[in-house]
């Protein structure tokens, strides 16, 4: 039985989503992914767009988020929250496990846990607790807040 698979990401990533597209299409998926990669558009043009992308996701049995270095922009933690506001299977390009994060008071290494959002809640066994905000510029490096994805 074929699947449905949104690819979710932001452009930047675009041969991530070439190269997925393909490994899915000869997993006999059927795949809906980003169609334009200029972001220099009107901001009805965008929502267009956005408005486009959500019906993919909509018809999709999957959502998987290109999230290389753990980036996830404001646009995709929305796409994020809509698959799982209708209950979608969402895969992830990077896993947790993949990013070491250490606890900032004892330097134990922190287990970490995607939220609803999509953000990165790291917890330590001394209790210290952090929530990681993607960087708009995508570096890999997390921008370390203690506010709650719970507001989005
Ligand atoms: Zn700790």
Redesign the pocket.
């Known amino acids: 039985m074929n699947r449905i698979v949104t690819l979710c990401g932001s452009t930047r990533f675009r041969e991530h989503f070439d190269a997925l597209n393909e490994m899915f299409s000869m997993n006999g998926d059927l795949v809906f992914s980003c169609g334009v990669w200029d972001g220099s558009m009107s901001s009805e043009i965008r929502d267009m767009l956005n408005s486009v992308h959500k019906e993919k996701i909509r018809l999709s049995d999957v959502v998987f988020v290109i999230n290389v270095g753990g980036y996830i922009s404001e646009s995709v933690k929305s796409d994020i929250k809509y698959a799982k506001k209708l209950g979608k299977e969402i895969n992830y390009l990077e896993k947790l496990e993949d990013h070491k994060v250490e606890?900032?008071?004892?330097?134990?290494t922190?287990n970490k846990r995607i939220d609803e959002y999509g953000g990165i809640v790291c917890e330590?066994?001394?209790?210290?607790v952090k929530i990681g905000l993607t960087q708009p510029n995508g570096s890999e490096e997390y921008n370390w807040s203690t506010e709650s994805f719970d507001d989005i």
Not at 124 to 128: A, I, K, L, P
């Open positions: 606890c900032d008071k004892c330097n134990l922190m330590c066994e001394c209790g210290y």
